[in-house]
């Protein structure tokens, strides 16, 4: 019996971040931290620093939920599949903290398909003072 | 060669040809996948380009086999914040059953590096794909290492080995250390 995607593909995608991605620019250093998953990966700070991950998405609705810290020059962080923009996260704040959690939800993924999940500091908030990206970790759910 | 009408490899399938069906170009039976579903991507069901890209190995559970290789170890500033240490007797393993789609594929391990580490031979179902030295002058955390253009031929369970069987000549024993492994397929 063949399988169906809704069969096959994971509905819950868990991606650790501390290996070598795919792809990035400017966002490829690991540190350790007392805090969960033990350490997070940081942009350069650099306008447009990325960094990509090969996913297969099953056709229905997910959610990205990225788990980040926020700090006084950290951006805003572009979530994006195959280059198109599916919501944002502001990861600026006056205090430093990790652990964060924000979700972009209803992406809607019309085919079944290998995508590239795309994390881009492309923009700041207003106050912050650059552009850099940590991250500890990515989950990919399927809503629908 | 054996029949190809879909259901399970058959037990005596091993390294024989099938032919296209359905489609779906044909191969050769992989070592390990007896009683695995078969074939790959039948007509109307999934492809080989649909099974995962990305393949994350938590090391922290109990592996599916292990020799002297289940020690758990806090590490400051380490990325997961342990680590999984063997023992340091020679030849100590650890082993991971996972899904590889047929293509070519990166192995990345991180691993803390010290004084008295082995060198990890890493294997799949048996073969070894490189080395991996655990060696370092002073310890190290959250070093990472790669085994590039891993050929898979044909998707399935493969079985993945590390095993600390030969020692950089300055370390002074055969411990393993590591934190994470990853597969990231690239073509």
Redesign the interface.
């Known amino acids: 019996m063949a399988l169906t995607a809704d069969q096959a593909i994971d509905w819950t995608q868990d991606l650790d971040v501390f290996e070598q991605a795919i792809a990035n620019t400017n966002w490829d250093t690991v540190s350790g931290l007392s805090a969960i998953m033990g350490g997070h990966k940081e942009s350069s700070g650099a306008q447009n620093a990325s960094i990509g991950f090969d996913v297969i998405l099953a056709a229905g609705t997910w959610s990205v939920e990225l788990m980040y810290l926020r700090n006084s020059d950290n951006g805003i962080i572009s979530v994006q599949l195959d280059g198109v923009e599916q919501g944002t996260v502001n990861s600026y704040s006056s205090s430093a903290s990790a652990g964060n959690r924000s979700t972009v939800s209803s992406i809607s993924v019309a085919q079944t398909a290998k995508y590239r999940l795309s994390l881009v500091m492309a923009t700041k908030h207003a106050s912050s003072s650059g552009y850099t990206g940590e991250i500890q970790h990515v989950q990919l759910r399927r809503t629908a | 060669m054996p029949r190809v009408r ?1 259901g399970r490899y058959p037990a005596t399938s091993t390294g024989r040809a099938y032919p296209n069906v359905g489609g779906v170009r044909g191969g050769r039976f992989p070592a390990t996948n007896t009683g695995v ?1 078969f ?1 790959p ?6 492809s080989e ?6 393949v ?1 190995i ?1 090391v922290f559970e109990t592996a599916i086999s292990q020799t002297n290789w289940d020690t758990l170890a806090a ?8 680590s999984k240490d063997s023992s340091g007797a020679q030849n100590d393993q650890i082993n991971f059953d996972i899904s590889l789609a047929a293509g070519t594929w990166t192995f ?1 391990l ?1 691993h803390v590096q010290s004084t008295d580490r082995g060198i990890y031979d890493v294997q799949i179902d048996g073969s070894s794909i490189g080395t991996i030295d655990g060696y370092a002058g002073s310890l190290t ?2 070093v ?1 290492t ?1 085994i590039t253009s891993v050929n898979v031929a044909a998707s399935g369970k493969v079985r993945l080995k590390l095993i600390a069987s030969t020692k950089n000549a300055s370390s002074s024993s055969y411990v393993g250390s590591i934190q ?1 492994c ?1 597969f ?3 073509t």
């Not at chain 2, 380009?49 to 990305?54: A, E, R, V």
Request: aromatic share 8%; charged share 20%; hydrophobic share 35%.
């Open positions: 879909g579903q074939p991507a039948a007509a109307g069901g999934l380009d649909l099974l995962d890209w990305l994350n938590g590490q400051t500033d380490g990325v997961y914040a342990f990345e991180i955390r959250n990472r790669q994470h990853q990231k397929r690239t």
